[in-house]
Structure formats: structure tokens, C-alpha cells
């Protein structure tokens, strides 16, 4: 990570999660894709596995695709591909807890059509084109891209305070 205060990497993986929504949809890759680009983590096979989580687990309106793609983030960071490592799993599972305590905390809900309703007024199913057709083309989708961006850079602020403080990684 190159030398830059903690507050411009924020802000510029915050922008970076909000343009992803905006021009690729997603939510859960472009969260998972803006950490990756400003955080060095994980590849693409990485943004593959995130894709199909988004709308809410493949456009369920279940659990929100942004909190699954930061969650991947520190899965990336903390747990380990040894499954005998109980002590991963148990580092993995206590901050995932914390961070998606923090998500639900900003968000009312961890969950999409929750979500949805607070911000947009109404859940829409994304799954049913004439819907997915009304959230687009009445800018619904933008409110989603500020969730994008708020949980992207949430997520690196945790990361920052809680995973990256412990490997020496300067937080200034």
C-alpha cells in the first residue's frame, strides 16, 4: 500500500466503490473490487466468487450483496485455506461479527430489501425485469452505489483499525 493518509485511501475507495456501482453493477464485487484495487487484496477469480451474491444473494433481497463483498474483503485478510485452522475461523467469524455489526448498525438492516425500503422507500425485485427496468430508470440504482460506497469504505476503515494495525501497516 503506498504512502497516503488514511483519510484520502478512504475517500478514494469509497469514489472507487460508488463509479463500480454506477457503471457495472454489482454491489458485492464493486465493494469487494474497491478494496481489492486500493488494498492489494485478492485476484479475480476473487471478483468472480463475489459476483453471484449480489441484489441481496443473486437478486433475493436477502443479505445484502455490499456487507458480503466487504465481509470477503477480511475473509481475504484473516482466514486461512487450511480448514484445520480453528483459530482463523474464529478470527474470521469474531471481526466478521464486529464489521457486520458496524454495516447493520449505519444501515438499519443487513438486509437488502430492508435496506431498500429506509433508503428508497420500497424494496424493489431485482429479479423480475420490470422491476429491475423501474429501479434503473428511476435512479433508484444511485442510492444503492451510496451504499456501495459507504460500505466500501467502511469496510477499509475496519480493516484498517483492526486488521492491517496488527501486520505494522501505517493507518496516518
Do not use: W
Not at 488514511?6 to 457503471?23: D, M, P, Q
Amino acid at each position: 500500500m503506498s504512502k497516503v493518509s488514511r483519510e484520502a485511501l478512504l475517500s478514494r475507495i469509497e469514489e472507487a466503490g460508488r463509479s463500480y456501482e454506477i457503471k457495472y453493477h454489482g454491489c458485492s464485487r464493486c465493494v469487494l473490487k474497491a478494496l481489492q484495487d486500493h488494498m492489494g487484496l485478492g485476484n479475480g477469480e476473487c471478483i468472480k466468487a463475489s459476483t453471484p451474491l449480489a441484489g441481496g444473494v443473486s437478486l433475493h433481497g436477502k443479505t445484502c450483496g455490499a456487507a458480503l463483498g466487504g465481509l470477503m474483503a477480511l475473509g481475504l485478510l484473516v482466514s486461512k485455506e487450511e480448514l484445520s485452522d480453528e483459530k482463523a475461523l474464529m478470527l474470521s467469524l469474531s471481526l466478521g461479527y464486529r464489521l457486520a455489526k458496524q454495516i447493520e448498525n449505519k444501515f438499519g438492516s443487513l438486509q437488502c430489501d430492508e435496506i431498500q425500503k429506509r433508503a428508497l422507500g420500497r424494496s424493489y425485485n431485482l429479479a423480475d425485469p420490470s422491476d429491475s427496468k423501474v429501479f434503473l430508470e428511476t435512479g433508484a440504482s444511485l442510492k444503492c452505489a451510496e451504499v456501495v460506497a459507504n460500505v466500501a469504505r467502511l469496510t477499509a476503515a475496519f480493516l484498517l483499525d483492526h486488521v492491517l494495525e496488527k501486520r505494522g501497516v501505517n493507518k496516518k
